[in-house]
């Protein structure tokens, strides 16, 4: 028959399985560790440039209301000198 495995080999041999096992589990844990550690600052960058874009674009709105107001204002007292003008064009003409 084959070779015979004693206890004691069984053992080194679970002991060198289970030590290598140990080994890559925790490299694993560190590179994750280091992966999210990556993300994170990720994910800070991308809040903080959010957050900037945010309000460069409140501002350029803010700027847009603005100027539809003054846009809208003036359109009123346009209708209101054009209106004034129509009432002196009609006496006149009656």
């Known amino acids: 028959m084959g070779k015979e495995i004693t206890n004691e080999q069984l053992f080194e041999f679970m002991t060198k399985i289970y030590s290598d096992l140990d080994g890559k589990i925790v490299n694993m844990n560190k590179e994750m560790q280091e992966g999210f550690k990556e993300i994170r600052e990720e994910i800070k960058g991308t809040k903080d440039r959010v957050i900037?874009?945010?309000?460069?674009?409140?501002?350029?709105?803010?700027?847009?209301?603005?100027?539809?107001?003054?846009?809208?204002?003036?359109?009123?007292?346009?209708?209101?000198?054009?209106?004034?003008?129509?009432?002196?064009?009609?006496?006149?003409?009656?």
Do not use: M, P, T
């Open 52 to 94: 900037i874009i945010e309000q460069e674009h409140g501002k350029k709105l803010d700027a847009l209301f603005d100027g539809y107001k003054q846009n809208s204002e003036k359109l009123d007292r346009i209708e209101k000198e054009v209106s004034r003008h129509e009432e002196i064009i009609l006496r006149r003409i009656k």
